[in-house]
């Protein structure tokens, strides 16, 4: 199976602040990645599909980059709302395996 | 707009068979565009994906799960169905439901979750 790893597991931040997080697959899955937003009882929310694009709906604050087994979530300035435990996703081989999430928290 | 729901008994007894059943509206699960998806989140831990099938069939489980997994469409409900057999404690999760379009992977939407818990 492909690992995940995401890096930090968790950070604290302001509303206004830049955060960056970071996904590595352990083998090269080219563009094959895509990032989820959780929060607790609600349907999770696809943000970022094929490392770079933005989903529909999605606000712009958000972007994707990277390729092959280094990818990144930048929030350009966070909102309140965005508060949440973040996921990247793998969808090169099977099975799909997902990295551990990223808590942002204030 | 798609909306998935998912719907089971929150209860399951060890050794016995895990049955979720996820309801589409909005749209048809017999469409032949979409994957269904399944995928799980036990407490304090990260996102497990069990499997997928095609609106015709063709399943593709998690090797983790194989031997336990089984996934099935009725399209005269708009429904697809997860069943799990044997289940243990390490069982006990949040379980979503989420479409997929053919010949991408990723999952979009999802549903809300169904928390099952093993415990006799």
């Known amino acids: 199976d492909i690992q995940m790893t995401q890096s930090p597991s968790s950070v604290s931040a302001s509303v206004g602040d830049r955060v960056t997080i970071t996904c590595r697959a352990s083998q090269g899955i080219y563009s094959w990645l895509a990032w989820y937003q959780l929060k607790p009882g609600k349907a999770p929310k696809l943000l970022i599909y094929a490392a770079s694009s933005l989903q529909s709906g999605v606000p712009s604050r958000f972007s994707g980059s990277g390729s092959g087994t280094d990818f990144t979530l930048t929030i350009s300035s966070l909102q309140p709302e965005d508060f949440a435990t973040y996921y990247c996703q793998q969808g090169n081989s099977f099975p799909y395996t997902f990295g551990q999430g990223t808590k942002l928290e204030i | 707009q798609v909306q998935l729901l998912e719907s089971g008994p929150g209860l399951v007894k060890p050794s016995q068979t895990l049955s979720l059943t996820c309801t589409l509206s909005?749209?048809?699960?017999?469409?032949?565009?979409?994957?269904w998806t399944w995928i799980r989140q036990p407490a304090g831990k990260g996102l497990e994906w069990i499997g997928r099938i095609f609106s015709s069939g063709s399943p593709n489980y998690n090797p983790s799960l194989r031997g336990r997994v089984t996934m099935s469409v009725d399209a005269s409900k708009n429904q697809f169905s997860l069943k799990l057999s044997s289940v243990t404690a390490a069982d006990t999760a949040v379980y979503y439901c989420?479409?997929?379009?053919?010949?991408?992977?990723?999952?979009?939407?999802w549903g809300q979750g169904t928390l099952v818990t093993v415990s006799s």
């Open positions: 989420a479409q997929a379009v053919a010949g991408t992977r990723w999952f979009d939407p």
């Open positions: 909005g749209g048809s699960i017999s469409s032949g565009d979409y994957y």
